[in-house]
């Protein structure tokens, strides 16, 4: 019954750092994302993967890159952390037609 | 410049009252659209969704509403609960099969008054 899990719920880097969010979805879909939620903006994907081995680039994928080794995980990793990066971050997974299911949420700082 | 406009930043409406949202958008490909649902700490839930042969799909409470020649879809929540209060978001995709690539509005929060 866990759906779409994220880890951590919180963290702080400072400008340079890098670090992975963690993301696991338990129900066999195909598709997985990853968007990031700033006030008045909405949702912007920043990369997905339609399958293990194949991923692609979203609306804002500078400074973020993804892997997709198995169907269950799609870590996003930040290589050098920056103060434009503070947003909160959402991981998606779903089948072809496009009902997200969603976890939630990584809120991130960075000073 | 943003594909899909939610111009309501909010919404505040009476216990029992209808609920209307409201969402436009530019890109003439997109031809399936979503509504998700937001809670504070909690991620988007999906709600309703429209693909561009229908006009009207409805589920329970909620019925959305798709004008393709102007470019615009409402939600409409009748009546209206304190659990609807929320963020409501609306969302396109270039095809119903375009998995997760979506293009969402910047929201409008909503609140139903007891």
């Known amino acids: 019954n866990a759906g779409v899990t994220q880890t951590p719920k919180f963290q702080v880097l400072k400008t340079g750092q890098s670090m992975t969010l963690q993301c696991a979805q338990d129900?066999?879909?195909?598709?997985m994302s990853w968007y990031r939620q700033d006030p008045g903006m909405g949702l912007r994907l920043i990369h997905y993967?339609?399958?293990?081995?194949?991923?692609d680039q979203g609306e804002v994928p500078n400074g973020y890159n993804v892997s997709r080794s198995t169907t269950e995980d799609f870590p996003l990793r930040l290589l050098s952390a920056a103060p434009s990066q503070t947003s909160v971050y959402f991981c998606?997974?779903?089948?072809?037609?496009?009902?997200?299911?969603f976890g939630s949420g990584t809120q991130l700082s960075v000073l | 410049d943003q594909q899909v406009k939610q111009n309501s930043p909010s919404l505040s409406v009476q216990e029992g009252r209808i609920s209307i949202l409201n969402c436009d958008y530019t890109?003439?490909?997109?031809?399936?659209f979503l509504w998700y649902k937001k809670y504070p700490a909690e991620g988007p839930t999906f709600l309703i969704s429209?693909?561009?042969?229908?006009d009207k799909n409805e589920d329970g409470r909620f019925t959305v509403f798709l004008n393709k020649s102007a470019k615009h879809l409402s939600l409409h929540i009748v009546p209206s609960q304190p659990g609807d209060s929320a963020v409501y978001f609306c969302?396109?995709?270039?095809?119903?099969?375009?998995?997760?690539?979506?293009?969402f509005g910047g929201g409008t929060r909503v609140l139903v008054k007891p």
């Open positions: 998606a997974s779903s089948f072809r037609d496009g009902k997200l299911f």
């Open positions: 129900m066999n879909h195909e598709y």
């Open positions: 993967s339609v399958g293990a081995g194949i991923t």
């Open positions: 890109n003439s490909m997109f031809d399936y």
């Open positions: 429209i693909s561009s042969i229908k």
């Open positions: 969302a396109a995709s270039a095809g119903e099969a375009a998995g997760n690539k979506l293009t």
